[in-house]
């Protein structure tokens, strides 16, 4: 049961039809008689007699009625008190990322802050990875986003939001003749990378680190190059050809679903680095930023089981149902 079954019902019974609901609800006819035999299927009950005038309430439906009313009502009460509440939390929050994380939770973040806590305002501060941790260290950040290699020298709390994939990306259309054969690729072993000049970021970031880490591991040697400094200047050379990059999928899903770029798993082993939320002990204390914290973490669920963000989530709280069929759905 669920109050758009209950809001359906009430219309109908007031309106004395189905036809009179559909127009009232402003919803199509077949969505409301679905809805109202959920109601009855599930409760057991036949609320409505149905004939060539309309319908009527039965003696259970009238009963049901009562209820439904009083259900709704202490919703919108509780919706009333919640928005209260929202609008008492405020103040600025700074956020220390980078420009991957950046990119496929910006949006989303404040979309959700707009909405539901007006009063609150966030600032992102993009940087380097390792340029992050320092923000976070120094409380000049309020919440930082870092990497797994970061984590043993933070003394904050932290947690695992999930671990990421990390794919390396080449243009649909590659103009080097040395990409060709690889643009054939879904898959790429670690090793083979030797074979390819690839953007990194600088040698101080945590993505290039463990590049080189897996590289010494496998003994190999990567030939690198260090991309532009601005994220989408390095991704907009490698969509126009001339290059190959590697990052998470948080950094490019726009521009694989333009497909303008496309991604090769890197296997032999899984490239993969955790990515860990932090809250700075200053901001410990403040509701807003709380409110930001628990934000985000939604958000990496919500990007995540879009495939925006792809991985292993490993943050649960927020993590979103599988719907198994139709039927469920629509039940939903």
């Known amino acids: 049961m669920n109050s758009k079954q209950l809001q359906y019902f009430l219309a109908t019974a007031e309106q004395g039809s189905i036809t009179g609901a559909a127009r009232a609800v402003e919803v199509a006819q077949p969505a409301i008689s679905l809805q109202l035999a959920n109601l009855e299927h599930e409760l057991k009950l036949k609320l409505f007699e149905r004939d060539f005038r309309g319908v009527?309430?039965?003696?259970?439906?009238?009963?049901?009625?009562?209820?439904?009313?009083?259900?709704?009502?202490?919703?919108?009460?509780?919706?009333?008190?919640?928005?209260?509440?929202?609008?008492?939390?405020?103040?600025?929050?700074?956020?220390?990322?980078?420009?991957?994380?950046?990119?496929?939770?910006?949006?989303?973040?404040?979309?959700?802050?707009?909405?539901?806590?007006?009063?609150?305002?966030?600032?992102?501060?993009?940087?380097?990875?390792?340029?992050?941790?320092?923000?976070?260290?120094e409380n000049n950040v309020d919440i930082a986003l870092c990497y797994?290699?970061?984590?043993?020298?933070?003394?904050?709390?932290?947690?695992?939001?999930?671990?990421?994939?990390?794919?390396?990306?080449?243009?649909?259309?590659?103009?080097?003749?040395?990409?060709?054969?690889?643009?054939?690729?879904?898959?790429?072993?670690?090793?083979?990378?030797?074979?390819?000049?690839?953007?990194?970021?600088?040698?101080?970031?945590a993505l290039t680190k463990l590049l080189h880490k897996q590289a010494e591991k496998l003994k190999v040697k990567l030939k690198t190059k260090t991309g532009f400094g601005q994220l989408m200047t390095t991704l907009h050379y490698v969509s126009q050809g001339m290059g190959l990059m590697i990052s998470p999928s948080s950094s490019t899903f726009h521009l694989e679903q333009s497909k303008q770029i496309r991604p090769i798993k890197i296997i032999q082993p899984n490239l993969q680095r955790k990515v860990y939320l932090h809250l700075s002990e200053p901001a410990k204390t403040s509701a807003a930023a709380k409110v930001v914290y628990e934000l985000i973490r939604e958000v990496t669920a919500s990007n995540h089981a879009k495939e925006h963000w792809r991985g292993t989530l490993l943050d649960k709280k927020y993590a979103l149902p599988v719907v198994d069929n139709i039927q469920s759905l629509v039940a939903g």
């Not at 009313?69 to 600025?92: T, V």
């Not at 990322?97 to 989303?108: G, T």
């Not at 947690?159 to 643009?183: F, G, H, M, V």
């Open 148 to 205: 797994e290699d970061e984590k043993q020298q933070l003394t904050t709390e932290a947690i695992a939001l999930l671990r990421e994939d990390l794919y390396l990306y080449i243009s649909q259309k590659p103009q080097n003749p040395a990409y060709c054969e690889l643009a054939l690729y879904g898959s790429i072993p670690f090793a083979d990378l030797q074979h390819y000049e690839i953007f990194t970021p600088i040698k101080e970031d």
């Open 56 to 137: 009527q309430l039965t003696e259970e439906g009238k009963v049901f009625e009562r209820h439904a009313r009083i259900i709704l009502a202490q919703i919108e009460q509780a919706k009333s008190e919640l928005m209260g509440r929202q609008n008492n939390f405020g103040g600025k929050v700074v956020v220390g990322l980078s420009q991957s994380i950046c990119n496929v939770l910006s949006v989303d973040l404040l979309t959700e802050i707009e909405h539901r806590f007006a009063n609150i305002e966030v600032v992102f501060r993009i940087g380097p990875s390792h340029i992050v941790n320092n923000w976070l260290a």
